[in-house]
């Protein structure tokens, strides 16, 4: 009988060391800060598939790349999001292994199962009752016909208020501009309302209640959207309009404010002042950076990237895409398969859609020399995207070119691209954080806007 009951001990103990598919969920310790993360492990076949969730990131359901588990030691590989995980199975509900991604190597224990979900700490996200009111729109694009929608928010029933449209940065987002757990947009429409500041924001093309509208569409019909906004506000009754763009939305609002008369000034969130191929130069220079690689491989990444941009603008159509393949794999030779591997996924799509092709060739000071209208343009010392400095520069010379002489540039000290008091400036930051917008920069908007002539 003693015999038989080490047995089955063994076989037991085989049994669940073999057996990895379910939830394993850890912290991974970040900059100071804890990051959850969730793997979900099924079976595929003969193998295994493996998703992950980032709870404080509001992601959920990443498809990573290949998963092995072999004599107890479980390796997954992702090399679109250059993470790789190695760990040993403990016992039946530990792994023990380590966590890389972007030039880091961290410490991570899984445990098997998933945590109480942890309610993401966002102070200013806006509470009911609101003392304003709230209208969800729809109008369309008056040259493309495309539904867009929207929701209201104004301070009171008059009509003789400043009133702002507000325009998303890259990338299809909601009419909060959601990213990262933050909703940025509902929270600066909260403050402006409480000051008397009307605002419209809306969800991008294909997100939300917004029809996709054509295949292909570039920043230019982006813009079309924001003019035919600016209208629909007119035809309300407002008279007193402005824009706030953030990012590729303060790309947008002066292509908007040269061909709109209605528009009546301006606000530019980490908007770009210098050509954009400069700008998604520097920006990936930022990026390569605070994944570690060294200064000698970010000047060699940066000659490759514009080496590429030159081909591209000589090109009369698109690469293929074994060609862009071929040549981003040239441009990363030599740099971690999994950080290359990312990067590539990434910068692809920037000189393969038209979309990309019109963002590189773009030069804000074609528009920004055009601006009469007051402008208020806003950036953070910490910025990886939009560098303040060269940036705010490039802003404030294409207005003086212009002779705008009703304009104010600010640096704001320790915020990052979102505006957000940061440590690192890092993307991989803006979940960590709780405050999703300083107040001082909305205190600096609200009392720009409404002490307009």
């Known amino acids: 009988m003693k015999k038989l009951l080490i047995l089955l001990l063994v076989m037991a103990h085989t049994v669940w060391a073999q057996e ?30 493996t998703t992950m969730d980032s709870p404080r990131q509001g992601a959920k359901g990443i498809p990573l790349g290949e998963t092995r588990f072999e004599n107890g030691e479980l390796t997954i590989n992702s090399p679109a999001q250059a993470l790789k995980y190695t760990g040993k199975l403990k016992d039946e509900n530990t792994l023990e292994g380590t966590f890389s991604q972007g030039g ?23 509470k009911p009752p609101y003392p304003y009111n709230t209208e969800d729109v729809t109008f369309r694009n008056e040259k493309e016909g495309n539904l867009l929608a929207g929701t209201l ?15 998303t940065g890259s990338g299809a987002q909601n009419r909060d501009s959601e990213l990262a757990g933050h909703k940025p947009f509902w929270v600066i429409a909260d403050h402006l309302a409480k000051q008397g500041i009307g605002t419209l924001r809306l969800d991008d093309r294909g997100v939300g209640g917004s029809e996709r509208g054509k295949a292909g569409p570039t920043s230019a019909d982006f813009a079309g959207d924001i003019s035919s906004a600016v209208n629909f506000l007119a035809e309300r009754g407002y008279t007193r309009i402005g824009l706030m763009g953030h990012s590729e939305g303060g790309m947008i609002a002066p292509m908007v404010g040269t061909t709109n008369n209605k528009v009546k000034f301006m606000v530019l969130l980490a908007g770009p002042g210098i050509p954009l191929d400069r700008n998604m130069d520097l920006q990936l220079s930022n990026l390569y950076r605070a994944t570690g690689l060294s200064e000698e491989v970010v000047n060699r990444l940066s000659q490759g990237f514009n080496r590429l941009i030159r081909e591209v603008n000589e090109r009369e159509t698109p690469h293929t895409d074994q060609e862009l393949r071929a040549e981003l794999s040239t441009v990363f030779s030599g740099v971690p398969e999994n950080l290359g591997n990312a990067f590539m996924n990434e910068i692809g799509p920037l000189f393969s859609s038209p979309w990309g092709r019109y963002f590189l060739r773009f030069k804000p000071e074609e528009y920004l020399s055009k601006i009469k209208v007051p402008l208020l343009a806003l950036n953070g010392s910490k910025d990886m995207n939009v560098p303040a400095k060269e940036n705010l520069e490039g802003i404030r010379m294409s207005l003086e070119k212009g002779g705008n002489k009703h304009f104010e540039v600010a640096e704001f000290e320790g915020l990052n691209h979102l505006f957000q008091t940061a440590k690192t400036g890092s993307p991989a930051e803006y979940s960590l954080l709780e405050e999703t917008i300083s107040p001082k920069v909305l205190e600096k908007i609200s009392t720009w806007v409404l002490n307009l002539k």
């Open 20 to 49: 990895i598919t379910g939830s394993w969920s850890g912290e991974l310790a970040v900059q100071g800060t804890r990051l959850p993360l969730i793997f979900n492990i099924s079976r595929e076949g003969d193998g295994y598939k």
């Open 104 to 126: 880091m190597n961290l410490p991570f224990i899984l445990q098997r199962g998933i945590p109480a979900a942890a309610e993401l700490k966002r102070p200013q996200m806006p």
């Open 153 to 167: 928010t104004a301070p009171g029933e008059s009509k003789d208020i400043p009133i702002v449209v507000m325009i």
